[in-house]
């Protein structure tokens, strides 16, 4: 049970989490736009490498972290105050466009690199770990260890994204241009102004 759950809030939270314009999503549409799916999909697999070395890196530090309970105190509080911190940089941060113009070439390394230069991904994956070990017991899994099924969600969540926005990208282009430009900065924002609420309220209760 503590597997699947796992695995199931990883794989929404990586969903929701990436939903923000960054390189890796725009490389991803303007090669679905210019050279077709199939180059896409090399590029979204190679981006969700990344998430997994990010999340297991982020599996080390909290276990590191549970062996000193005074500096793990002390950790939680300042991943709240990160959280409401990137929710009101990204509700308030302003449209920009950005241009990649990926080459022919561009496909799995393309992905790979620019998803691995993304330095949000180690403190936004350690806090999503530390706030889903309030609710649960990663020491304690029926088939195998629940820490696996999160790493393996936070890179499925995020391939199903980059797989829906290369699909969008060729069967509607203008409209996904539209909806990128208005609402995914304000939802990205909402998502950690939420984490950070509820990791406050199980901190005080």
């Not at 929404?12 to 736009?33: K, M, R």
């Not at 080390?60 to 500096?71: E, G, K, M, R, W």
């Not at 300042?78 to 990204?90: A, C, M, P, R």
């Amino acid at each position: 049970m503590n597997e699947l759950l796992s695995f199931t809030l990883a794989v929404l939270i990586s969903f929701w989490g990436s939903l923000q314009l960054g390189p890796v999503n725009i490389c991803v549409i303007e090669t679905a736009l210019t050279y077709g799916k199939r180059q896409a999909f090399m590029v979204a697999l190679g981006g969700i490498i990344p998430e997994i070395i990010y999340s297991t890196l982020a599996v080390f530090s909290a276990n590191f972290l549970v062996q000193f309970p005074t500096l793990m105190e002390v950790f939680s509080w300042l991943i709240v105050l990160l959280l409401f911190s990137l929710g009101i940089f990204y509700i308030f941060k302003p449209y920009r466009e950005v241009a990649l113009n990926p080459s022919k070439s561009a496909g799995f390394m393309k992905g790979f690199l620019l998803a691995l230069f993304n330095p949000q991904l180690l403190p936004f994956w350690l806090g999503v770990l530390v706030y889903m070990r309030g609710f649960i017991n990663f020491n304690q899994g029926t088939l195998f260890s629940p820490y696996i099924s999160f790493v393996i969600g936070t890179a499925f969540g995020a391939w199903l994204l980059l797989y829906t926005f290369t699909k969008l990208a060729v069967a509607y282009k203008d409209k996904l241009k539209k909806l990128l430009k208005s609402n995914m900065n304000k939802i990205v924002g909402s998502l950690f102004l939420i984490l950070a609420v509820a990791e406050m309220i199980r901190r005080i209760l």
